[in-house]
């Protein structure tokens, strides 16, 4: 009885873990716009890339990153900014650097 209970609790969780569109850790589940937001405000609590136009968009754990940069170095600093969340996410550069 207490393997079925058991199998049963599992199957349950599982059907209930891939009715959510995003990612999910023990505790968290983050869906694509919590992933956005959170790079967005890296990006904005940054000095050296708050007053620059780099947008980010999050889908199925992949983060779009675009806009405008000055220079190689600020590229470099939003991709590693995006990459630094938790759930690792992969990161799409589609920035230009300002000549």
């Given at each position: 009885m ?7 609790m ?13 990612r ?11 992933l ?7 990006l ?18 992949r ?37």
């Amino acid at each position: 009885m207490r393997i079925g209970t058991a199998f049963l609790m599992a199957a349950l969780a599982g059907v209930v873990g891939c009715s959510h569109r995003g990612r999910q850790t023990a505790s968290v589940n983050l869906t694509d716009a919590d992933l956005q937001r959170t790079v967005q405000s890296r990006l904005a609590g940054n000095s050296q890339l708050n007053r620059i136009d780099v947008s980010a968009d999050a889908d199925l754990n992949r983060v779009t990153l675009s806009g405008m940069v000055p220079g190689f170095a600020a590229r470099a600093n939003a991709v590693d900014l995006a990459k630094s969340d938790p759930l690792n996410p992969m990161v799409v550069d589609r920035m230009e650097v300002r000549r």
